[in-house]
């Protein structure tokens, strides 16, 4: 696997461009059981393609911050569906996990809980 920064890195890693404006805590909490999903299996930091920036749904929730879309094209079908199933063991209620044609979507989204 020929990621650019992976071993090194020591955390999530974001694709240049970017926009993490107003990403919110719950999130980032999300995007670290991924990552840790992500090590675990390739050994490398999960990179993150997308957060408010880009061009997502209507009413998507990467506008408000708790939307994020992290790389899964650099892994085979059975990696993609390892690696989905250990990130949704591993993230905290409340969220959803996606599986896109070349990426995952993550969002939080705790539907009507909150006041
Ligand atoms: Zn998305």
Redesign the pocket.
Same mark, same amino acid.
């Given at each position: 696997m020929s990621s650019r920064r992976g071993n090194e890195a020591e955390a999530v890693i974001f694709k240049d461009g970017v926009y993490v404006r107003g990403v919110s805590a719950e999130l980032v909490l999300g995007l670290s059981a991924l990552d840790s999903a992500h090590r675990e299996l390739t050994g490398e930091a999960v990179t993150v393609t997308?957060v408010s920036d880009g061009r %997502?749904g209507n009413k998507s929730l %990467?506008y408000s911050g708790r939307?994020a879309?992290v790389r899964t094209r650099h892994l085979s079908a059975e990696e993609r569906q390892a690696f989905f199933a250990k990130a949704s063991d591993y993230l905290p209620e409340d969220f959803d996990l996606v599986a896109e044609s070349d990426h995952f %979507?993550l969002e939080f989204d705790p539907r009507g809980r909150l006041p």
């Open positions: 997308s %997502h %990467h939307g879309d %979507h």
